[in-house]
Every structure is written in structure tokens, then in C-alpha cells.
């Protein structure tokens, strides 16, 4: 079977109605959830992970540190997002074949902006991003010229979806989550209620000027802070170690903002 050695790990943080049915997917959330989608669910426990005290800051990206941490993991791990998915949402590929020719599969994406740099100061806190880039120097000079070189250019992988050797998937999540972490410990942050309260305290800086046809204007949006940070740090770190990717594309399941149509490859499943 294809997906023997294969998970894809699907968050979400509500009941929906499109989902796949092949069971190399799996359902993480942290909610009490209550569905009839039959997939395997992972239930996260932030008592056994603190980082889920900061859900809605790191959105999916907390509950797949929880994946890290706590899942037995195959030969090969996925990701995916209750409305977004790889193409081939059920009729899955032979991993053992792409990966003989590729290191990763990653997704195509429209930037639509003139650089990844240019979009987050637009959208987003820079101050973040500049933080960001110094703990990068610091911990991770390798990166820092595939940081700048990311920033400058549109080349991005967002939405945290991928699949990646077992091991490729534990490089990443060490890097991410460590730069994060020290993110975190700087910024003084233990808890959603703590990014809230700093994003309400420089609201000039995150919700003044920002697009008006997306949600980018919204205080609760903009706290999600970690999880748009990972995105970049995700383009960087598959940027600098991913030599021969597997490009497909995404298909969204649900559409929310129309600018979706644009810069996804949607598809009306």
C-alpha cells in the first residue's frame, strides 16, 4: 500500500464537512471534538506539552509540535489543514517512489507580492520578523544568508503542509522550534493571554495600515504571531536543505477570503 509508511497529520480546530477518507490521514486536534469524520483522531494534552498554552498563537503549529513530541512517527510524515491539502487529497502516491528522485514534497503557491519580506512588513509587525533574524544569527548563522535571500524573494511555502522523511521532519522541527522558542523566552511569552495583551499594547504597529480586503486588520488575527513566523521560517529552512522538491499543488476545501482564488490552486472538491 502506498501510505504504509506514511502519516498526514490534518489540523483542525472545528468539525467540517469535505475531509479525505484514506486512513494515512489523521485528525489532530486539541478540542473536544465532536464528528463523525472517520479518521483516527490525536487528541493534544497541554499538560503534557506547554507550548499548546499558546494554540492560537502558533495555530496548527502548536499541535504539531505536540505531533513531534509525542506521536510515534513513520518513514515519512505529512501535514495538512482541515481545508487545505495536497492534490492528491485520497488518492495518495507511492512515497517510496518520489522520494527516490526527491527529498520533499512541498506546495505551489502565488505569492502575489513582490517579495515574502515586502508582504509581512505589510501585514504584519516587522519587529517581529527583525527579532527573528537576529536570533537566527546568532544560533543559526548558516541560514541567515538563505533568511535574507527568502525574504527578498517571492519563493514561498506557506500553510505549514509538506511531507518529509522522518528524519528531514525532526532537522525541521528542531529548527523552527528552537528559533521560536528563544522567540518566545525574549518576548516574555508563556501564553496566548500574553501575546494578546502585547499585540493590544502596539496595535499601532500590527493593525494600523494593514490590507483591508483580508483579516490582517483584526487584533485576535494579528496574535497569531508565531504561526506566521513559522511559514517564513519554514520557506527558509526547506530553502536552505531541500535540494530537489516535489512540487504540487494545494486545493482548498473551504474558501474564506476571496483573495484565496488567486494565490491557491483552488479547487471545488
Known amino acids: 500500500m502506498a501510505f504504509k509508511d506514511l502519516d498526514i497529520f490534518v489540523f483542525a480546530h472545528r468539525d467540517f464537512e469535505v475531509y479525505p477518507e484514506n486512513p494515512a490521514y489523521k485528525l489532530v486536534t486539541m478540542d473536544e471534538f465532536d464528528t463523525s469524520i472517520p479518521l483516527e483522531i490525536v487528541k493534544c494534552d ?7 498554552l499558546m494554540e492560537h498563537g502558533y495555530s496548527e ?15 515519512y510524515v505529512g501535514t495538512s489543514h482541515y481545508r487545505r491539502y495536497f492534490d492528491f487529497f485520497d488518492d495518495i502516491p507511492d512515497m517510496d517512489v518520489i522520494f527516490k528522485d526527491h527529498d520533499a514534497i512541498l506546495p505551489n503557491f502565488n505569492l502575489g507580492w513582490s517579495s515574502v519580506g515586502f508582504q509581512y512588513a505589510s501585514c504584519h509587525c516587522w519587529d517581529d520578523m527583525e527579532l527573528v533574524r537576529k536570533i537566527i544569527s546568532e544560533l543559526h548563522p548558516e541560514y541567515i544568508e538563505t533568511f535574507s535571500a527568502v525574504l527578498s524573494g517571492q519563493k514561498f511555502y506557506p500553510c ?10 525532526d532537522k525541521y522541527c528542531s ?20 501575546i494578546l495583551t502585547h499585540v493590544k499594547a502596539n496595535a499601532e ?65
Open 61 to 75: 503549529g502548536a499541535r504539531l509540535h505536540y505531533v513531534w513530541k509525542h506521536v510515534p512517527l513513520k518513514r
Open 46 to 52: 497541554a499538560s503534557e506539552d506547554p507550548l499548546l
Open 175 to 194: 529548527f523552527v522550534y528552537g528559533v521560536l522558542g528563544e522567540y518566545d523566552i525574549r518576548m516574555g511569552f508563556k501564553s496566548d493571554e500574553d
Open 160 to 169: 505549514n503542509i509538506f511531507i518529509l522523511t522522518r528524519e528531514m521532519f
Open 205 to 269: 504597529k500590527y493593525v494600523s495600515l494593514k490590507p483591508s480586503w483580508s483579516q490582517n486588520g483584526r487584533i485576535d488575527y494579528q496574535a497569531r504571531i508565531q504561526a506566521f513566523l513559522m511559514e517564513r521560517l519554514s520557506t527558509v529552512f526547506f530553502c536552505y536543505n531541500i535540494k530537489n522538491p516535489y512540487m504540487l499543488n494545494m486545493i482548498l476545501t473551504e474558501v474564506h477570503e476571496g483573495y484565496e482564488f488567486e494565490y491557491y490552486n483552488y479547487k471545488n472538491m
